[in-house]
């Protein structure tokens, strides 16, 4: 059987009636849904074991931080990295990005550049557009050739010793494009800047090796892998970590503190301040444990299969218009694609009325849209409850859109 | 009622006022924040009255429409009186049912209308 065959009874909102169709979830990029185990992990853990971590000195407290600690070491062994200390928990990806981009905000001086990608989410472009202007830095960013990737040799020549740091996402989430991360951060690192990698649409979908890909940061969202909303990882390198200071202070990031000063708690907890998602924290390790029992490699290649059969089966509709790589194997598992004299939100809501649900407009990548000229896409991802019927589904009510207004 | 109306595919497909005037007196465009669709108005004003005005923008069906019909309602209408029109006037002639997350698309061509009329500058 299928893999999507398979899992899709361990989700229970898939059994949902949607404008009177069952409903087919293609916006998993957006957000994922979440199996019964996620659910049930973060409701167990809120009727039995609820309480603040760290320095509760009571049974639900030490259970609490047992639950919380445990599943940074879950995300740790997920994505390879080589200790404790450098996975730290954010909110989001977002929040990932913005901690770094705020803690290297002092260290930067007028003439220094910080170097993005043409395809970058507003979340890893806005952070380093604030600190840029803030500290009369220079923003650069890799242009995107022919609608659909990075050149290499686009990343040498825009590199150079002023830049302080090179932000890029892993996978683009809108083209799918798989970028050449690791050769990136070594041209990167060669120029002497760190590297942030954005992976929000690569860690739900491929296996993980952080410390063999060698970026000094690595960031990603809980809730686009399963987990619940809330809660994101920030990887990162645990000698680069050290040199950092905390652009966030409050409780739980100290050692010990005076009226006038404090001293920083270790790693990872220093970038932790104030109370963490705690439950979201065990939702999270829940969702790794589903994702490793079904193997990543093997998700990969389930989300392959599908990815190839969306591609020819919208290229085969009239009118339709497909972006990004049209190699599934260098593609992630998002299809952005237009429908001739169709808007994408008329198209997304025409779609909805079927009980079918996928993304419209410009997905929070607005230099990319211009780039590619248009004003938004209509954008169709997968995860590993997919089934090949839903995207069957699609396709057939795409080939009828073009009628219906 | 339907999402996608009559009036509103009616509009869509053969807008009556869609383009541009020579010498307008008052102009404005502005996006939608939600889709980043851009929605610009051209209005020509004669005697305290809208004389003309036409829309341009690439735009979703509800937008277009939206435009449409309230440069309808706005033509010969004195400027205090075009720019009292909002949701609701396009809405009731719209007959649609437009859902929250649509309601931006319905509102910013009054908006773009109202920019004009207060003589707006255009964001770049």
Redesign the interface.
């Known amino acids: 059987m299928n893999m999507g065959d398979a899992t899709r009874a361990d989700f229970p909102i898939l059994t949902r009636i949607v404008n009177g169709y069952p409903l087919v979830y293609l916006d998993s990029a957006a957000s994922s849904q979440k199996p019964a185990s996620v659910i049930e992990a973060i409701s167990g853990f809120y009727e039995q074991q609820n309480a603040n971590v760290h320095r509760s000195i009571h049974t639900l407290g030490e259970e609490a931080t047992e639950r919380y600690e445990a599943a940074r070491d879950s995300v740790r062994a997920f994505i390879g990295a080589r200790a404790r200390p450098e996975v730290i928990f954010t909110r989001g990806t977002t929040e990932g990005v913005n901690v770094v981009a705020r803690a290297m905000a002092p260290t930067l001086r007028p003439g220094d550049e910080v170097l993005v990608t043409e395809m970058e989410h507003h979340s890893n472009l806005i952070p380093w557009q604030m600190i840029c202007r803030e500290r009369g830095a220079r923003l650069v960013a890799v242009p995107v050739r022919d609608g659909v990737s990075l050149e290499l040799a686009d990343v040498e020549r825009l590199l150079s010793e002023r830049t302080r740091i090179a932000a890029f996402a892993h996978i683009s989430n809108v083209l799918g494009t798989i970028n050449p991360v690791a050769r990136m951060t070594e041209l990167a690192h060669d120029a002497g800047a760190l590297v942030l990698v954005d992976g929000a649409q690569a860690v739900p979908h491929l296996a993980l090796d952080v410390a063999a890909l060698g970026a000094d940061f690595y960031v990603f969202s809980g809730h686009k892998m399963l987990g619940p909303t809330g809660i994101g990882v920030l990887y990162g390198r645990r000698d680069v970590l050290e040199r950092l200071e905390p652009a966030w202070g409050g409780s739980e990031m100290i050692k010990e503190v005076w009226i006038d000063h404090a001293q920083w708690n270790d790693l990872p907890w220093r970038f932790e301040p104030g109370t963490p998602p705690i439950a979201e924290a065990v939702g999270l390790h829940a969702a790794i444990e589903y994702l490793d029992k079904l193997g990543m490699t093997r998700v990969t290649a389930h989300e392959q299969e599908l990815t190839a059969l969306c591609l020819d089966a919208l290229a085969a509709i009239p009118g339709v218009t497909v972006y990004g790589p049209r190699n599934p194997e260098m593609k992630g598992a998002v299809v952005a694609f237009n429908v001739a004299g169709l808007h994408p939100h008329d198209g997304a809501a025409l779609l909805d009325q079927r009980g079918i649900a996928i993304r419209a407009g410009h997905h929070c990548a607005q230099p990319l849209m211009k780039r590619l000229g248009i004003s938004g896409t209509l954008r169709a991802s997968f995860s590993v409850y997919t089934t090949a019927a839903d995207v069957e589904r699609l396709a057939s009510a795409v080939g009828a859109l073009a009628n219906e207004l | 009622m339907a999402?996608?109306s009559d009036v509103i595919?009616e509009r869509?497909?053969r807008p009556r006022f869609r383009g541009t005037l020579e010498a307008p007196d008052a102009v404005f465009e502005d996006v939608n924040p939600?889709?980043?669709?851009?929605i610009r108005v051209e209005c020509r004003v004669a005697d305290g009255r809208i004389a003309d005005a036409r829309f341009t923008g690439?735009?979703?069906?509800?937008a277009a429409a939206a435009a449409d019909v309230l440069i309808e309602l706005a033509l010969g209408r004195t400027v205090e009186g075009a720019h009292a029109l909002g949701v609701p006037d396009v809405l009731e002639r719209l007959e649609a049912d437009i859902?929250p997350a649509?309601m931006k698309?319905v509102a910013l061509p009054i908006d773009v209308l109202h920019g004009a009329l207060d003589g707006k500058e255009v964001a770049r």
Not at chain 2, 58 to 62: G, L, M, R, T, Y
């Open positions: 999402l996608y595919r869509f497909r939600l889709c980043g669709d851009r690439d735009s979703c069906a509800i859902r649509r698309c």
